[in-house]
Structures are given as structure tokens and as C-alpha cells.
Nanobody, 130 residues
Framework: QLQLVESGGGLVQPGGSLRLSCAGSGWTLEAYYNIGWFRQAPGKEREGVSCMSSSDGSTVYADSVKGRFTISRDNDKNTAYLQMNSLKPEDTAVYYC??????????????????????WGQGIQVTVSS
């Protein structure tokens, strides 16, 4: 059974950067799995931050992070990443890595909650504060 393990979170000052990693364990994070990052801030609903299609590498970003965050993956390392730059206090949230095993899905639909996610990480805290 595939398990996803996030790392790289923590406390950072506004304007700083963090890089989250999502490593597959128990089973491989297959190259054909679509990947995504979601977050949930205190008192707010879960939000799709960024997702990447396995079929063509196309990406989707939430408007709030576009231009600041970058999703990527390294299939040789069985790992997905979220590079977060120019962090703002409103980026504070628990961030979750996710994977969807169906091929050729609409990646925008994945990131907006229209597909049931097959695998979730346990979540990792990112706090942006002075």
C-alpha cells in the first residue's frame, strides 16, 4: 500500500522560502500517478494549492500562490516537491501531499476536489510569521 510522507515544513518569516517534499513509502509513487498539494488553514476549508498531470506535466496553481509556488517531481527519487517562495502569513496551513492513480484525468478537476484522492500524506505544518 502506498503511503505518502511529507517533510520540509516549519516556521519561516514572511518573504522566506520552504521546500516541501513528499516521499512515497510502502509502495512506489508511480510515475503515472497524478500528484498534488493541498492545504488547510485554521478555520478555513481545504484548498488545492497545486497539482501536476502525469500524462503531460501540465500544472494547476491556486490564484493565491501562482508565481510564488512551484510543483515538481523526481520519479527516480520517488518524491514530489512543492517549492514555496515569497511566503506570506496567509500561507500558514497544514499542507498535504496527494496522489491520484487514474490516468489521463483533468488535472484541474483533481485540484478543485472533483476527484476522490486515492492517497494522502499525514500533513505537515507550515507557519509564516515574524
Amino acid at each position: 500500500q502506498l503511503q505518502l510522507v511529507e517533510s520540509g515544513g516549519g516556521l519561516v518569516q514572511p518573504g522566506g522560502s520552504l521546500r516541501l517534499s513528499c516521499a512515497g513509502s510502502g509502495w512506489t509513487l508511480e510515475a503515472y500517478y497524478n500528484i498534488g498539494w493541498f492545504r488547510q488553514a485554521p478555520g478555513k476549508e481545504r484548498e488545492g494549492v497545486s497539482c501536476m498531470s502525469s500524462s503531460d506535466g501540465s500544472t494547476v496553481y491556486a490564484d493565491s500562490v501562482k508565481g510564488r509556488f512551484t510543483i515538481s517531481r523526481d520519479n527516480d527519487k520517488n518524491t514530489a516537491y512543492l517549492q514555496m517562495n515569497s511566503l506570506k502569513p496567509e500561507d500558514t496551513a497544514v499542507y498535504y501531499c496527494a496522489a491520484e492513480r487514474e490516468r489521463d484525468i483533468n488535472i484541474q478537476a483533481m485540484c478543485t476536489g472533483k476527484y476522490a484522492i486515492d492517497y494522502w500524506g499525514q500533513g505537515i505544518q507550515v507557519t509564516v510569521s515574524s
